[in-house]
């Protein structure tokens, strides 16, 4: 439902953000009679009739049976009486270029000034007939154009940003990300050739295998490789969801760098409370449970 301050209320029957444009109907299903009471007005709105329409003069007549169907003017079927009866109530041009046969038979009851196109006529179709209306500020239609998100910036005012998918490069972030996904396999990889060449060793009597293996001169590699941390350990750490606003905790950071994806609403986030670096929660629960690092940062973990 749309509220009019001088118009009243209609219904929305369908909006467009990248024309930014939308159609409402009477809930009654009868525009005219609305058209008939007063005329049409967008004072303190924010919208203004679209560009398809425009404000002509009609006079409303009302016709007796005889002289509609004598001189074929079409009634207005939710104005006019019951086909039983014997009158009408027919619209035309208050200043046609041609005078219209049959009108000065009727008593008129009003002249207005409505809004007015080819495919929308006063004259026959008014049941489900809407009218067009467009908006200028906030300005969306570019954004959503090129399938950005447009969000306000403020919860006050109508200052907007778009947000749009990553094209032509990538961030820093998913620079970070592809890097990871692709150079960690390959590490992962060496590190299970020289395990299995080397054995497993063991530190302790009870044979637990070691979390941290020693890799010497590999590839030019010299580092402890951290095995991850159980599951109990990554619960702890602190779970997010985003809200329906799409509202981040770093606004600069919107994409996963383990997936590459945008973070949508309702997604969960996990962050690692070390570095507050956030990532998908099934994403970075699957990385800490093979490495304890952060995958930015490469921090430990304080208590590994």
Known sequence: MLHLPHAGDFLVDLISY???KLWI???DDCLPRRFMNKEFNFTDSTFQLSDDYS????TFFNCSSNVTWQYRLRPIPCLSSDLNQNYSVVAVWSDPPFPTPGVEWCEPISSVTV???ITN???SVDRNA???LQWNTPSCGACVAKNGRCEFLKNTGLEVACYL???GGLSKFASYGLGFGVGIPGLLSVIGIVYMCK???RRNEDGRQSRNIELNNVAGWSSIVVMGLDGESIDKYPMTRIGDSGRLPDPNNNVCSICLSDYQPQDSLRTIPDCNHYFHANCIDSWLRMNATCPLCRKLPHHS
């Open 115 to 117: 809004p007015f196109s």
């Open 130 to 132: 809407h009218i067009g």
């Open 55 to 58: 404000l002509m003069d009609f």
């Open 121 to 123: 006529t006063l004259y």
């Open 165 to 167: 998918p990553h094209q």
């Open 18 to 20: 990248e024309e930014q």
């Open 25 to 27: 109907r009477d809930p």
């Open 199 to 201: 054995g497993r060793r």
